[in-house]
């Protein structure tokens, strides 16, 4: 997560798995490499699957789980934004600022020495109070709890 700006009227965050983006890339290169070195040597049965089947599976695969992520917080509209973006489209929230209570940090254990972190907003609101999802998924590292704290700390501002 990066914070792109962070002004008294205006707070932007954005989320980009690049590492993962660029690790099913390099898959789809190297199989479709590998699979026209088979295909040119004749080895027709190893070229399809390197070749087609590989590259649809990683490729259907980047486009479900690679997208991106924007959060802008905007005190001069009164609004929270919440862009996400994929190769399918683009899908846009939009919650008034004045519901903002805090940001805060959802954890998921995926054993016991294995948490991944994603920054949730707490709205108010009827019980129970709203908890938006900034980012769908989970990611290690303490990026989410420094987003969140950016958050707070900005929006303890105004």
Excluded: C
């Excluded at 699979?35 to 080895?43: A, D, F, K, T």
């Excluded at 919650?95 to 991944?116: C, G, I, K, P, V």
């Amino acid at each position: 997560m990066k914070i792109l700006k962070n002004t008294p009227d205006r707070f932007e965050l954005r989320f980009v798995p690049w590492i993962l983006g660029i690790a099913f890339s390099a898959v789809i290169l190297v199989t479709s490499g590998a699979g026209l070195r088979s295909l040119l040597s004749g080895e027709w049965k190893d070229a399809f699957v390197l070749f087609l089947i590989w590259p649809v599976f990683v490729g259907l695969a980047f486009a479900l789980m690679v997208r991106r992520d924007d959060l802008i917080l905007d005190r001069t509209t009164g609004t929270i934004e919440i862009r996400h973006r994929t190769v399918f489209g683009r899908k846009t929230e939009y919650f008034d600022l004045a519901r903002l209570e805090q940001a805060s940090t959802q954890t998921h254990y995926a054993n016991d020495s294995n948490r991944q972190h994603r920054v949730a907003l707490i709205l108010s609101g009827d019980h129970p109070k709203d908890v938006i999802n900034v980012t769908p998924v989970y990611s290690g590292g303490p990026d989410a709890k420094r987003a969140a704290d950016a958050i707070n700390a900005w929006h303890k501002q105004g």
